[in-house]
């Protein structure tokens, strides 16, 4: 075979090598296809830093329940430590308000609601917020006066105050008593409050006797999750910013359906415009001191992306990554190029774990091994 033809034959195939989800695509059933990856020295430093040796009754350093790496719809690599176990469904905290972005994507797929509408025309009570609109909602700028501190500042805390004491019986109701600080739209300011808005307001869009079920027959049935529990107040409303409980396995679907633009199988389940406005930075985020290190917010999501007055928030990390995030180490990472998804529960309390770091590791580990020479 002549020169030129073999040249151009060899760039073919490293073409195909390099799509191979434009080609062969990889889906769960029941369960996962399992192909583990070979130990390396790059997985031994992954699991160093994942899993450090540690005094289990200290709440110093980082303790990873579960780490979970899925490439081209199968498990590659899977560890789980202490009480946490494959079967078993690990409480995701924020990770919660990504869960109900993607089942209000399902809603706005069917036409249910647009991002102008108000939250009053679906939620009666936030009538005293008339210029709050879905949108907002979605980008934490509702502009309501809201304390999001834990722990450390559970006098001042209105998210302590809602999940556990005078706003717990009705959560929604609760946030949307709160004064207007700024016009809606204009500030973001990370708020569980507007999530709960945001569940409440999804029921009636669906209507009270099928939002019971929603998040199931909408989401979790579709991707074929079997282990969530998303508790709800004493009023029905769903805790959507942050009591969903799913395994590892199971959480990771939905990070699968995210990296494939809200395709499951040869179903379109979340419009594309809708991933779309998951994936894209809130036009009037404004970094500062606070904010620098962290993930940029999308449409109930985060993002790796520099804008302007702020660098790549996790410098090793890929600019295409989007991740669902919650307290003390949760995360859902969702790498497209690098057609990973990985799952990462934990109970840190110090804040020495890093996003970063364990991204940087991770794709040494498993990102393509033509990706990695692209990138050298």
């Known amino acids: ?45 992954l699991e160093a830093y994942a899993f450090p040796q540690r005094d289990d ?31 078993t469904p690990h409480l995701a905290w924020s990770v919660s308000k990504s869960l109900m972005a993607a089942t209000l994507g399902v809603a706005y797929g069917q036409g249910l609601f647009k991002l102008d509408d108000p939250a009053a025309k679906f939620y009666p009570p936030m009538a005293a917020h008339p210029d709050v609109k879905i949108g907002h909602l979605l980008n934490w700028a509702s502009g309501l006066d809201w304390q999001e501190g834990y722990e450390y500042a559970p006098v001042k805390s209105s998210v302590v105050a809602m999940l556990y004491t005078r706003g717990r019986s009705d959560m929604a109701a609760f946030t949307a008593s709160f004064p207007q600080a700024v016009t809606p739209g204009t500030r973001f300011l990370y708020s569980s409050g507007d999530a709960n808005l945001l569940s409440a307001a999804l029921r009636g869009m669906v209507g009270a006797e099928a939002y019971k079920n929603y998040p199931w027959s909408a989401l979790f049935e579709p991707l074929g999750i079997t282990s969530a529990v998303w508790e709800s107040d004493a009023s029905g409303t769903f805790v959507g910013s942050s009591y969903a409980y799913l395994t590892a396995r199971d959480l990771a679907r939905v990070g699968l359906l995210m990296e494939r633009d809200g395709r499951w199988g040869e179903r379109q389940l979340l419009p594309k415009a809708w991933v779309d406005f998951n994936r894209t930075p809130f036009a009037n985020f404004q970094p500062s001191k606070e904010t620098e290190g962290e993930a940029i917010p999308g449409g109930q999501w985060w993002l790796n992306v520099a804008i302007a007055g702020a660098a790549k928030p996790w410098p090793d990390a890929p600019d295409d990554l989007v991740a669902a995030l919650g307290h003390w180490g949760q995360a859902l990472y969702v790498l497209p190029k690098d057609d990973l998804v990985i799952v990462r529960y934990a109970d840190d309390r110090d804040h020495s774990y890093s996003h970063n770091e364990l991204l940087k590791l991770a794709e040494a580990a498993f990102a393509p091994a033509v990706q990695q020479e692209a990138k050298q």
């Open 1 to 45: 075979m002549p020169a030129p033809v073999l040249r151009r034959l060899s760039l073919a195939l490293g073409l195909l090598c390099s799509l191979p989800h434009a080609f062969a695509e990889t889906w769960p059933a029941a369960d996962w296809a399992v192909a583990p990856a070979a130990a390396s020295p790059a997985i031994a430093a």
């Open 57 to 87: 009754d200290s709440r110093k350093g980082i303790r990873t329940d579960a780490l979970l790496v899925i490439r081209n719809g199968q498990i590659v690599y899977e560890r789980y430590a202490g009480p946490t176990k494959v079967g």
